[in-house]
């Protein structure tokens, strides 16, 4: 008989050892209005700093949209996390901080926008948008 405790251990084990990248997970909390300039700046909360973490294309084009009245190309991507962390919400944001293969990362920032669950899950899955452009 499949002994499942074992086969997540095992899993999440493995899936772990692919994450050799690291980021910066946090939330957005409101904003701030500078009194001088007028400029409005997001606040946030870290939810999570010097996180595992693996990035990889979902496999196909970005898509051209209108934001802010310029056109951007909105590439979709999935964050795959160690089971481990919890607590994510759509609009979360993540930040590539290294990346031990892929140097271009660096500094990439994703926007949560769709949380995956299931039982036996082996890693956290998250999808995310990245507007470029």
Not at 13 to 30: L, Q, S
Request: hydrophobic share 40%.
């Amino acid at each position: 008989m499949l002994d499942i405790a074992a086969a997540l251990e095992a899993g999440r084990a493995a899936a772990e050892e692919r994450m050799v990248d690291t980021c910066t997970i946090r939330r957005p909390t409101g904003t701030v209005t500078d009194p001088v300039t007028a400029e409005v700046t997001t606040t946030y909360d870290v939810l999570y700093s010097g996180q595992k973490c693996e990035v990889q294309s979902k496999g196909y084009w970005g898509e051209a949209r209108e934001v802010a009245e310029a056109f951007k190309n909105v590439l979709a991507l999935e964050v795959k996390l160690p089971i481990a962390v919890l607590g994510l919400n759509v609009d979360d944001e993540i930040t590539v901080d290294a990346s031990v293969h892929e140097p271009d990362l660096v500094g990439r920032v994703f926007h949560l926008k769709d949380l995956s669950h299931k039982s036996h899950a082996t890693a956290r899955r998250v999808l995310c948008r990245e507007v470029t452009g």
